[in-house]
């Protein structure tokens, strides 16, 4: 055999080993409670496929074998030091949207945890708020907060500002949201747009801006709650899109901007999971009446009054599919609380990483088929739509 392909086959073996050991020890650390975030998986993958092979390629012999061993070190030691968390003492967390979902897990859980808490609720007298009064403890405080509302804003601010002194405040968790309705954006209410712009993008940023003060005398963090559909384009989600697409955006700058204060800020990008964020059908109903009353005659026949009475079919249909089990939002954002090195963005939830990197780096064609396989919650088309398919499938019958 011939010296060089078995001193090769030799190398390729021990490359294989190392890298193996390096994917074992990773998993048991997912295994053991290891949050693996976007940015640390890409550069677990990275590292595995791209990194490996220009190693065995181009460094020759041992110091190949060396350099991607000491790689893999360094790596591991990275992924170890993320999950450091910071001990919770004089912690104190503002959480909007508190009432239910997301902000109400969090609320009980961070309670558990020994941090202090500020609720924040729509209503302080819904069954979510005495909920969080009975079963958390005295240092938890529901407070009335309507992000929209900036007398509101600014009652809970003194209220907290007495409460933590000079300590100042650690983290504000943005996560007050709406969904709205869905319907084609052509004909989706103004209102909606307006409420979702209003909720979840100006009313975090009134709040981030009234907070920050606070925020700065603990050197602390903010978290915003924003969707996977700030970075896929799914249809009928035009105005939530829109609005959580601009909290995404926001959370990046304030990034920049804050970092040089010592403020770390984070955001959550979840998939589908089940809240109160669908509203109710007495909501749906008001929404359908509004588009049919508001909408330009010639553009609801185009659409049809069947169609449009077809959305709220598709609300239940999305809240069925969409994940009962909270936590691995709740735990994201724990992390993004209380690790020593938190994560940039966070994408809980099935699929919250996978469509929206094929978004951005697969042909558009590619990505438009995949968001019309998981975003098709209905078979129905626009009346005008289905008379043209009606009249050309009956000329091709006729031809």
């Known amino acids: 055999m011939d010296t060089s392909f078995s001193e090769s086959l030799y190398f390729l073996m021990l490359y294989a080993s190392i890298t193996t050991l390096y994917a074992g020890a990773v998993i048991l650390r997912v ?23 220009l190693c065995f390629l181009k460094v020759p012999g041992y110091a190949g074998l060396l350099l991607l061993s000491l790689l893999y070190y360094i790596s591991l030691s990275l992924l170890g030091k993320s999950q450091k ?17 997301f902000g109400h897990a969090l609320a009980k859980h ?14 302080e007298q819904s069954p979510g708020s005495d909920e969080l009064r009975r079963c958390s403890s005295k240092r938890l405080l529901v407070l009335q907060l309507d992000v929209t509302n900036s007398a509101q804003i600014r009652k809970a601010y003194q209220q907290i500002q007495a409460e933590v002194g000079e300590t100042g405040l650690w983290a504000i968790v943005n996560n007050a949201g709406i969904l709205g309705y869905l ?14 712009m209003a909720v979840n993008f100006l009313g975090a940023v009134e709040l981030s801006q009234t907070f920050l003060p606070l925020l700065r005398r603990a050197r602390g963090r903010m978290v915003n709650v924003s969707s996977m559909a700030a970075k896929v384009p799914v249809p009928m989600f035009s105005a939530y899109c829109a609005s959580k697409a601009a909290l995404s955006m926001f959370s990046e700058v304030m990034r920049h901007e804050l970092s040089s204060w010592g403020i770390r800020v984070s955001v959550i990008q979840p998939g589908g999971f089940r809240t109160n964020i669908f509203g109710t059908r007495e909501e749906w109903s008001c929404y359908q009446e509004e588009i049919l009353s508001q909408v ?17 079919k598709r609300m239940p249909k999305m809240s069925a599919v969409s994940s009962v089990d909270l936590w691995p ?13 938190p994560e940039h963005v966070y994408a809980p939830g099935r699929l919250a990483s996978v469509i929206p990197f094929v ?41």
């Open 296 to 312: 330009p005659q010639d553009v609801k026949e185009d659409y049809g009054e069947e169609y449009i009475s077809s959305f709220q």
């Open 329 to 341: 939002v709740v735990h994201n954002i724990c992390h993004a609380l209380l690790a020593v090195r």
């Open 31 to 53: 295994k053991g409670g290891l949050k693996l975030g976007s940015w640390s998986l890409i550069w677990c993958l990275l590292l595995a496929v791209l990194v490996e092979p």
């Open 359 to 399: 978004h951005s780096f697969f042909p558009a064609s590619v990505s438009d088929l995949l968001i019309g396989v998981f975003f098709k919650f209905h078979k129905d088309a626009p009346a005008r739509l289905q008379r043209s398919t009606g009249s050309a499938k009956g000329e091709r019958e006729h031809n």
């Open 183 to 196: 319907a084609d954006g052509e004909i989706l209410p103004m209102t909606v747009f307006k409420k979702c």
């Open 110 to 123: 961070l309670d558990s945890l020994g941090v202090t808490v500020f609720a924040g609720v729509l209503n």
């Open 85 to 101: 968390l910071l001990p919770v003492n004089n912690k104190s967390v503002l959480i909007t949207g508190c009432d239910s979902g």
